[in-house]
């Protein structure tokens, strides 16, 4: 089946600071969602991207999806405690109707 | 005002039993799904249903099966529960003509 290799598995930064995270796939996907989860909740959704070079942006949030279709990133500006949780990333291949998930990026946000 | 919704929150029970998990949603959406959340916070995917039809994984063990009495409702039954069952498992749903999924909170079940 279709993998997404999200990266990095885990990040620990200074409240402040920005973030980058991505997710690559080595197939086309259509369909790009960035989720975070908190803990002890579900997913919630933060973007959805629908066109190759899309970009997208929620208050402190931008995602953007990758020209070749493989590959799609997120960005948090300024972080903030509440930043903590774990993102993850999730496509619709092409030809699929399920998506795919990524394994997810732990954040720390260093007070 | 809850969109997805689960019951019960935490299930602990013992290997053998059988038990169902509920899962509700009041946006009007056609497809619901549940998913399988590991201790390693990866998600998989165990079926997705609407009102046409049943998609099932293929590695899920045919011990769970979902349950849907109408449109806004999908059930998780699990016969014969094991150690390896216990996770945190998600509702989601779907509206039509779309991919976003919207999760509920999440279950999590402890076999002992």
């Known amino acids: 089946g279709q993998q997404l290799n999200q990266s990095p598995q885990s990040m620990f930064i200074q409240e402040g600071e920005d973030v980058s995270m991505n997710c690559t796939s080595s197939?086309?996907?259509?369909?790009w969602l960035w989720y975070k989860q908190d803990p002890g909740e579900g997913p919630v959704l933060l973007i959805a991207?629908?066109?190759?070079?899309e970009l997208t942006s929620n208050g402190r949030l931008t995602a953007q999806f990758g020209i070749t279709r493989k590959d799609s990133f997120l960005n948090i500006s300024a972080s903030i405690p509440s930043d903590v949780g774990i993102y993850f990333c999730?496509?619709?291949?092409?030809?699929?109707?399920?998506?795919?998930f990524g394994k997810g990026t732990k954040l720390s946000v260093i007070p | 005002d809850t969109a997805v919704s689960q019951t019960p929150k935490y299930l602990v029970t013992q290997m053998g039993n059988d038990k169902s998990i509920k899962c509700e949603q009041n946006?009007?959406?056609?497809?619901m799904y549940w998913y399988k959340q590991d201790s390693k916070k990866f998600l998989k995917i165990m079926f997705s249903y609407n009102n046409k039809e049943l998609i099932i994984n293929e590695t899920v063990p045919n011990r769970f099966s979902p349950k849907s009495p109408d449109k806004a409702h999908l059930n998780l039954h699990i016969n014969s529960l094991e150690l390896g069952d216990s996770a945190v498992y998600f509702c989601?749903?779907?509206?039509?003509?779309?991919?976003?999924?919207?999760f509920g909170p999440g279950t999590r079940l402890t076999v002992t």
């Open positions: 999730a496509g619709l291949g092409a030809g699929s109707y399920q998506l795919t």
């Open positions: 991207l629908y066109k190759a070079g």
């Open positions: 197939s086309i996907f259509n369909t």
């Open positions: 989601a749903s779907t509206p039509s003509g779309r991919y976003e999924q919207y």
């Open positions: 946006l009007g959406h056609d497809t």
